[in-house]
């Protein structure tokens, strides 16, 4: 259980707003507390003086008298989140300027590889499909499910490989096709529990 009040306290002579908070593991009346906590120092000296002066006692002022330590036999928790919290303007950053900047140098880079797959696997994908129009012998055998894993494992050799012609690429993958690639749709994808990387780059 908790409370929270919102006070205002003096500072420096100059009125100031504040939040004190009140944890309790329980049930727990609080303004019972308070004001029993507020009785106590009323009949102290520096209590009897204020109450004199103001005319009774204000709970701004009673949370300027009491202190955790008095609400600790009550089994309450006082907290002053605008003296416990962290000046967060003067901490040096989370993340600095040249770990943002490599951050998001990686997350492009990352970008970029996927839009190249992608646009690749398209290309060796129109050009496997027109080698079946053609009645490519080996390529004619291909389920379409077939030709979109090849296109991929393609696009991948080609973005992540040294040869940049991507029609002399194409045709040396055309030329290495023999019949004996003609397997089955299920042959085309890894086995179960096979990293996809690893597949792809055994293709």
């Not at 009040?5 to 500072?11: D, G, L």
């Not at 009645?135 to 991948?156: D, F, G, H």
């Not at 089955?184 to 994808?189: D, G, P, Q, R």
Request: a negative charge.
């Amino acid at each position: 259980m908790y409370c929270i009040y919102e006070i205002t306290r003096m500072v420096n002579d100059v009125p100031t707003p504040d939040i004190i908070m009140l944890f309790h593991p329980g049930i727990c009346d609080f303004s019972r507390v308070l004001h029993e906590l507020g009785i106590k120092y009323c009949v102290t000296k520096q209590g009897q003086q204020l109450c004199r002066d103001e005319g009774g006692l204000t709970l701004e002022r009673l949370m300027d008298y009491i202190t955790p330590e008095m609400l600790e036999s009550y089994g309450i928790t006082m907290v002053r989140p605008r003296e416990t919290a962290i000046q967060v303007s003067q901490e040096p950053p989370i993340i600095g300027k040249y770990e943002a900047e490599s951050y998001l140098r990686l997350c492009d880079a990352v970008t970029e590889r996927l839009r190249q797959l992608y646009n690749n696997a398209k290309r060796f994908a129109r050009r496997l499909e027109s080698q079946q129009g053609r009645q490519n012998s080996v390529v004619a055998t291909w389920s379409s499910e077939k030709i979109s894993t090849k296109a991929l494992v393609w696009a991948n050799q080609f973005v992540s490989g040294k040869e940049r012609n991507w029609e002399k690429f194409i045709k040396g993958k055309l030329d290495e096709l023999t019949p004996d690639m003609c397997g089955t749709v299920a042959a085309s994808f890894p086995a179960e529990g096979e990293p996809v990387g690893e597949w792809l780059a055994a293709q």
